[in-house]
């Protein structure tokens, strides 16, 4: 069955530093990798997707993931935090074209 | 891009009556689900809908829940009898294999039972 671990409920950066959001994933076939965004009482927006192409992945606002299969994971970078990326972020994985299986989330919270 | 709509935004209703929570999915896509969210929660799967009829459902999609595509372009979910643990905001996705926009959740219906 297909899981999704974040590490760390809670992550705080100062503007302009790096964004490192972790996620590690469990699925007994190649993947589908996905990271979204929620801003407060909003939807969900997808930043990234890995598909079985290029192991960086890179998405909208600056955001990048690299997809490891050694390391089964697929954590979320940004090279310099801003005051927008404040948000919660969540990490989910899909065994082809069914459901998706979401982690707990990463709330961001970004430091002047 | 094209886009999953729900309609509508929000809706409060009353313990025990029913709902029906609409979404329009991207119209060459062929798999629709829903998932719902509450409040402070993770995003958790409800059910799955490919070639008219359910492939998947968790164990949250209980005999209250039902969805139906009526017609070529919308896709439901109707909860029989609230429940104040209804209380949630619920996603419509739809997605293809063909398509590359992929995986496209809608902005979701936040239901407040009452």
């Known amino acids: 069955a297909q899981s999704v671990t974040q590490l760390g409920s809670h992550v705080s950066v100062s503007e302009g530093a790096l964004v490192l959001l972790r996620c590690n994933y469990s699925s007994s076939v190649p993947p589908y990798l996905f990271w979204y965004v929620q801003y407060p009482n909003q939807g969900l927006q997808l930043l990234l997707k890995y598909t079985s192409a290029a192991t960086l992945v890179k998405g909208i606002n600056g955001f990048e993931a690299e997809f490891k299969k050694s390391e089964t994971s697929f954590h979320l970078t940004k090279p310099s935090a801003h005051m927008s990326d404040a948000a919660e972020y969540f990490c989910?994985?899909?065994?082809?074209?069914?459901?998706?299986?979401f982690g707990t989330g990463t709330k961001l919270q970004v430091i002047p | 891009e094209p886009e999953v709509t729900q309609t509508p935004s929000h809706q409060v209703t009353q313990m025990g009556q029913e709902v029906i929570l609409r979404c329009v999915p991207i119209s060459n896509h062929l798999y629709f689900y829903w998932y719902r969210q509450i409040l402070g929660q993770k995003v958790e799967f409800l059910v799955s809908?490919?070639?008219?009829?359910?492939?998947?459902k968790s164990e949250i999609f209980d005999d209250q829940f039902s969805v139906e595509r009526p017609d070529g372009s919308n896709f439901t979910l109707k909860i029989r009898s609230t429940k104040l643990e209804d209380s949630a905001m619920y996603f419509c996705a739809s997605s293809t294999p063909q398509d590359e926009y992929g995986y496209t959740f809608g902005s979701g219906t936040r239901l407040t039972v009452v």
């Open positions: 989910a994985v899909s065994e082809g074209y069914q459901k998706v299986t």
């Open positions: 809908f490919y070639n008219n009829e359910i492939s998947e």
